[in-house]
């Protein structure tokens, strides 16, 4: 199951991709503009754009996410099917693009397709560290952890994305959402109580780095 964010503003195809990816098993939210969606990106863990929208255009969209996230999936859909179209949508860091008329069906395959390409998975194994997305059980050189819910939605939130430096507020919407009103310090708290679980060194850590006045990191090459 991965968090899937759709935007476009005709809400038939919010409606019938929406039926599509849940069935899939995918959390799915929708945006009807491009400001509506630039609050949610944050929460997604890829996004279905439509190149054309109110306020800011999806492919505006795909070129800010592609420079805040070099690996976040993202597939655009357009009724633009020129060839120089499609070429603009993937040079500005589509991954996959989509002409309408679409069969949705295609496009769950599609997305399907781009999770497997991007490492959003079910299992990640990192120096000693099992981590396990369907049943969301936690392991660390063979030893279960337990962790709360925030625990774990922060641990895997760095460790998808190794040496990439996550901002306290960027964190803050990816796991408590763009909507919760809690402040950065609550960030701190809990990876505190997670590096705690972790048996991590503050001055030497394994997995979880600060980066001084930015955020926190997961170590590559762990």
Do not use: C
Request: hydrophobic share 40%; no cysteine.
């Amino acid at each position: 199951m991965a968090r899937v964010l759709i935007v476009d503003d005709d809400p038939a195809i919010l409606e019938i991709l929406g039926a599509y990816l849940r069935a899939d098993g995918h959390e799915v939210t929708e945006a009807s503009s491009g400001v509506q969606a630039r609050a949610l990106l944050p929460g997604a863990d890829l996004a279905v754009l439509d190149w054309m929208l109110p306020g800011v255009s999806g492919l505006d969209l795909a070129r800010e996410q592609r420079r805040a996230d070099p690996d976040f999936p993202l597939l655009l859909l357009s009724a633009r099917g020129e060839e120089e179209d499609r070429l603009r949508g993937l040079e500005v860091g589509a991954d996959d693009y989509v002409t309408k008329p679409f069969s949705p069906r295609e496009v769950a395959a599609r997305v399907r397709a781009l999770l497997r390409r991007s490492g959003v998975r079910d299992v990640t194994d990192v120096g000693g560290l099992h981590l396990n997305e369907r049943t969301r059980e936690v392991t660390l050189d063979g030893r279960p952890l337990t962790l709360t819910r925030l625990e774990f939605e922060l641990l895997r939130t760095l460790a998808r994305h190794p040496g990439l430096v996550w901002t306290r507020e960027r964190l803050l919407d990816r796991v408590w959402g763009p909507d919760d009103p809690v402040v950065e310090r609550v960030v701190d708290v809990h990876l505190a109580g997670l590096r705690r679980k972790l048996g991590e060194d503050a001055t030497h850590p394994r997995f979880i780095e600060t980066v001084r006045g930015v955020g926190y990191r997961f170590r590559e090459g762990t």
